[in-house]
């Protein structure tokens, strides 16, 4: 089977650096993705990481540790406008599509 | 290019009643997926294609849901009768290769009463 696991809730000041975490169990890996989703509005596309290591991408960082089924999505000098949900996903296996966790809203506070 | 595009962006409708979503996809893009979206469930693929073809259909709830895809440009999600618990956000989105990067529509908000 597959599954994802991300916290439900966080909340972060402007300015601070957040770390919303992700593990996942899938039987044949190909990839990560991070989803950024605003209230009301459909999911962007963040990042990919198929390989080890952190992957930099302005203020957003994406890691991944595919031994440990482990990933995080970093972002620093927070801003109000980063107030959302992030979707952790990962294709399906031996399928075309991608399988979501149920995301990470973050609120960003003064 | 403009992107996903869907229809209706709200629909209300009572229950029993037949609703139809509307999808565009970008061109060129060869996968196309259709996604509901809840506060419970979170985002569930009901459906997708690859090159017009539906290729895995085990997400959609029951035979009230139907799905088709006549071309590479038009797809359309059905449900009929609709009830109550199908109100939620429907997204379709477009994918260039099937796993990579998806594209997703503004959604059609579904309110059945």
């Known amino acids: 089977g597959q599954n994802i696991d991300q916290p439900t809730e966080m909340t972060a000041t402007e300015g601070a650096i957040v770390q919303i975490n992700c593990t996942y169990q899938t039987s044949g890996f190909n990839g990560l993705f991070w989803y950024q989703q605003h209230a009301g509005e459909a999911p962007t596309f963040l990042s990919y990481?198929?390989?080890?290591g952190l992957e930099e991408k302005g203020r957003f960082s994406s890691f991944l540790s595919r031994s440990k089924g482990y990933s995080y999505l970093l972002l620093k000098e927070l801003q109000m406008k980063d107030s959302a949900s992030y979707l952790c996903a990962t294709p399906q296996t031996g399928a075309n599509n991608l399988f979501f966790g149920t995301g990470t809203r973050l609120t960003v506070i003064p | 290019d403009a992107g996903v595009i869907q229809s209706p962006r709200h629909e209300v409708t009572e229950m029993g009643q037949e609703v139809t979503l509307r999808c565009k996809p970008i061109?060129?893009?060869?996968?196309l997926f259709w996604y509901r979206q809840t506060m419970m469930r979170g985002l569930e693929l009901l459906i997708y294609f690859n090159n017009n073809v539906p290729i895995d259909d085990s997400g959609m709830p029951e035979d009230r849901f139907s799905a088709k895809m006549p071309n590479a440009s038009f797809s359309t999600l059905k449900i009929q009768p609709s009830e109550p618990r199908d109100s939620a956000v429907y997204f379709c989105?477009?994918?260039?290769?099937?796993?990579?990067?998806?594209?997703f529509g503004p959604g059609t908000r579904l309110t059945v009463t």
């Open positions: 989105a477009s994918s260039l290769a099937g796993a990579g990067e998806q594209y």
């Open positions: 061109s060129g893009h060869n996968s």
């Open positions: 990481n198929v390989l080890d």
